[in-house]
């Protein structure tokens, strides 16, 4: 890895869809055996100029998701290498049999982009908000699922996935993102990133809760309290090796997900400190809820899912690991 942390972290002028489909452009430029397949949401995941560069290698199946899917694994069997992309939840809990079967079961090389994740689907509401995605696809034997936190992370993290073969599923904010890296950045997939150093505690956060967590490291900077922060952007496979060096050199771990609390990323950290190095864990997420229609900072505010909420947290595992 070599990493770059912004100068300032402010919204990127290019939106992350169209990060992605100028990504998959200059891949599919050197690769002819690069397509796109979507679910009547061309337009909505800003993927027209794909098309227009490449109508042959480009397929829009319509609202049949579980189709998309199985017609991906099967262009995968001829070689080609597909990325299929649907709104979060009708990318894995509508055809997760397609994913396990289709594609994994049968050790396909298919790439499945899931947009809008949590509360960043915002007005399109509960139906389209997806708080269970990576939790369901967690459980798929040698998968791998990741959540790039801005156009910087996405840019590299896409061009990698495209020669790695395998079942990946990318979870990914459509509109601006953060910018928590400069440009030249590059990382690797399965490893955390480190951000800030502290000794107190850690909070490991990822997607739009990286920039929370930088916000409530600050904060609680001010009181005293060193708060170490790490970006876990793979959710599966999962960096056992920096959790556990985390939670040995601070003693408590905070998460923070745009996600719920089961069986996601907090879960994932739990499942690794409980058999390694035991220590108090808090989790920042959505707690045993549906979605409902806002505007993202709205929903943040009522998901418990901001700094402040991070700061709770911070401050009631500091207490338990003082017991």
């Known amino acids: 890895m070599n990493i770059k942390l912004a100068e300032k972290r402010e919204k990127e002028s290019m939106e992350m869809r ?26 909505s995941m800003g993927m027209k100029s794909f098309e227009k560069a490449y109508p042959e ?5 319509g609202i049949q998701e579980a189709n998309m899917i199985g017609t991906a694994a099967g262009m995968s069997a001829t ?21 396990f079967l289709s594609c994994a079961y049968a050790k396909l090389n298919v790439k ?18 997806p708080f269970e995605d990576m939790g369901i696809l967690r459980n798929i034997p040698e998968i791998t699922i990741i959540e790039p936190v801005d156009s910087v ?4 993290i896409t061009e990698q996935i495209a020669d790695k073969y395998g079942v990946f599923y990318t979870r990914l904010l459509r509109k601006n993102a953060v910018k928590i ?24 956060a990822t997607g739009i809760m990286v920039e929370e967590a930088l916000k409530a490291a600050e904060e609680l900077t001010k009181e005293g309290i060193s708060a170490r922060v790490q970006n876990i952007f793979t959710l599966k496979p999962i960096d056992k090796e920096a959790i556990m060096k985390c939670a040995k ?8 997900e745009n996600h719920s ?36 900072d709205y929903l943040k505010e009522q998901y418990g899912l901001t700094y402040k909420d991070i700061i709770s947290k911070a401050k009631r595992v500091l207490e338990r690991k003082s017991m």
């Open 112 to 129: 499945i982009t899931g947009s809008d994740p949590g509360v960043t689907a915002a007005f399109n509401g509960g139906t389209h908000m």
């Open 181 to 204: 890296y400069e440009e030249g950045s590059t990382f690797e997939i399965g490893k955390a990133v480190p951000l800030v150093e502290g000794k107190d505690l850690t909070i490991f």
């Open 249 to 256: 050199e601070t003693g408590a771990i905070v998460t923070a």
């Open 153 to 156: 992370m996405l840019k590299n």
């Open 57 to 61: 290698r480009t397929f829009n199946v």
């Open 261 to 296: 609390i089961v069986n996601g990323l907090g879960s994932a950290v739990a499942e690794v400190i409980t058999e390694n190095e035991l220590v108090p864990l808090e989790r920042v997420g959505v707690e045993d809820r549906f979605g409902q229609v806002g505007p993202v």
């Open 79 to 99: 070689g080609l290498i597909p990325f299929a992309h649907s709104f979060g939840p009708f990318a894995t809990r509508r055809c997760y049999d397609q994913i």
């Open 18 to 43: 169209n990060v992605y489909c100028k990504t998959l452009m200059e891949l599919a430029e050197k690769n002819e055996n690069i397509v796109a397949l979507d679910a009547d949401l061309m337009s």
